[in-house]
């Protein structure tokens, strides 16, 4: 599987079972997996991903709205907190990534933030 690409296309039921297996299991392959899924709250295609992804990157100037929900509802951070910091990544820079394991971590480009 070296130096494959994989494109999952939603509606493949086998494809479907790859993408998830890979995601549980990739890391103890040494493989990495980078999914682009539009919303965190796609239903079956990001449930899993959201489970075993290292980090999650969004862009706070086109999607604050999003990125506050997804702080609340995943890292359990308070509707202030979380907009405070949206509008502070939103200033700083285009994106901002959450790694979701220990640390737990919101940084771009020049901030951090450990949670």
């Known amino acids: 599987m070296n ?3 994989i494109v999952y296309l939603p509606g493949d039921p086998f494809l ?3 993408y998830n297996s890979m995601l549980r299991v990739a890391r103890h392959r040494n493989y990495g997996v980078i999914s682009l899924i539009h919303t ?3 239903g079956k295609a990001s449930s899993q991903a ?5 980090s999650v ?17 995943y890292l ?7 907009k405070e910091l949206v509008r502070k990544f939103a200033s700083l820079g ?5 790694q979701m394991h220990s640390p737990v971590c919101i940084y771009n480009e ?4 450990l949670l």
Do not use: T
């Not at 959201?50 to 290292?54: I, P």
């Not at 020049?110 to 933030?113: C, E, F, P, T, W």
């Open 57 to 73: 990157v969004f862009y706070p100037r086109s999607q604050q709205s999003r990125c506050i929900q997804f702080r609340k509802d």
């Open 3 to 5: 130096g494959w690409v």
């Open 110 to 113: 020049s901030y951090l933030v």
């Open 94 to 98: 285009r994106w901002m990534c959450i």
């Open 50 to 54: 959201l489970q075993s992804n290292k």
């Open 16 to 18: 479907e079972r790859f």
């Open 40 to 42: 965190y709250a796609h």
């Open 76 to 82: 359990q951070l308070s509707s202030n907190y979380s």
